[in-house]
């Protein structure tokens, strides 16, 4: 199945734009005479990765579309404090109804894209690429998707309908990993659906049964100390694509990288990240 991520986009703006602006600007409105002209710039206040331009560019537009936008820094850039990312200039109503509008999604994306720039570099030199999860921001999942691939960072599956991952309470509803596979191929079959399985492992006696059945993309190692990881991409040995996950965290991520590895997951890279510090002033 494909989605429409462009017109996810459109639709997560505009109801941005309903829950902030209502039946109006009332303040600007009161203050500002209409028709009045200005130019603001986005200024950086904090070191870190610029995510966020595109979809400024896509407020500014909805909002008005006499705003002229001069992009200075692309999305995906290292900035520092003091760099300017863009200027707008145009009716001193607009902008100010879009001012913070563009900045939470902004500062929201990069603080997405630098938190996972992060964790990219840990990984420099290795095989291994950390990617996402759906550990995201209802409504708001295809723009961090996007803030950590301007990271350096991949993606796993965007949701539920794109890629099928057998996780734990799968196995356990379906009584045992085995079984929960074969679920899986018997479905792919008696619909027609072309989609890659990926499966979740607690031990290694799980990864013997995946390995007994096939029939896999991706295995999953939940959870797994180092040594075990080891062993795991030992007993694979190339097989299939292999994954780590679970608790990893940017002290251990290169040890679980070293061990050959090809993907790690990281929730934190979309639900534990801090907004970077970003500004809309008038010029």
Do not use: W
């Not at 097989?239 to 780590?244: F, P």
Request: hydrophobic fraction near 40%; aromatic fraction near 4%.
């Amino acid at each position: 199945m494909k989605i429409d991520k462009n017109k996810l986009i459109d639709d997560t703006i505009a109801l941005a734009i309903c829950e902030d602006i209502g039946d109006g600007d009332h303040t600007s409105l009161a203050c500002i005479p209409p028709g009045t002209q200005g130019k603001m710039q986005l200024l950086v206040k904090q070191d870190g990765v610029l995510a966020g331009v595109e979809v400024a560019k896509r407020i500014f537009a909805k909002l008005d579309s006499g705003i002229v936008m001069e992009e200075k820094i692309a999305d995906g850039t290292s900035v520092k404090v003091g760099d300017v990312a863009f200027y707008v200039s145009g009716n001193i109503i607009s902008l100010l109804q879009a001012e913070r509008l563009a900045l939470n999604f902004m500062q929201r994306l990069s603080g997405v894209a630098t938190q996972t720039a992060m964790y990219a570099k840990e990984l420099q030199g290795l095989k291994a690429k950390v990617i996402d999860t759906r550990k995201t921001t209802p409504g708001m999942r295809v723009l961090e998707k996007m803030a950590v691939a301007l990271g350096g960072g991949g993606n796993h599956r965007m949701g539920l309908y794109d890629m099928i991952l057998i996780k734990d309470n799968h196995v356990d509803f379906s009584g045992g990993i085995a079984q929960a596979i074969k679920n899986a191929q018997d479905y792919l079959k008696k619909t027609g659906r072309d989609l890659q399985i990926e499966a979740e492992v607690r031990s290694l006696a799980d990864i013997e049964k995946v390995l007994a059945l096939g029939g896999v993309h991706r295995i999953m190692l939940d959870n797994f100390s180092i040594e075990d990881t080891r062993k795991a991409v030992k007993m694979i040995d190339g097989k299939y694509e292999i994954e780590s996950s679970g608790g990893i965290t940017l002290n251990t991520l290169r040890s679980y990288a070293e061990c050959g590895v090809d993907y790690i997951s990281v929730g934190a890279l979309t639900h534990q990240i801090k907004s970077l510090d970003l500004s809309l002033k008038a010029m």
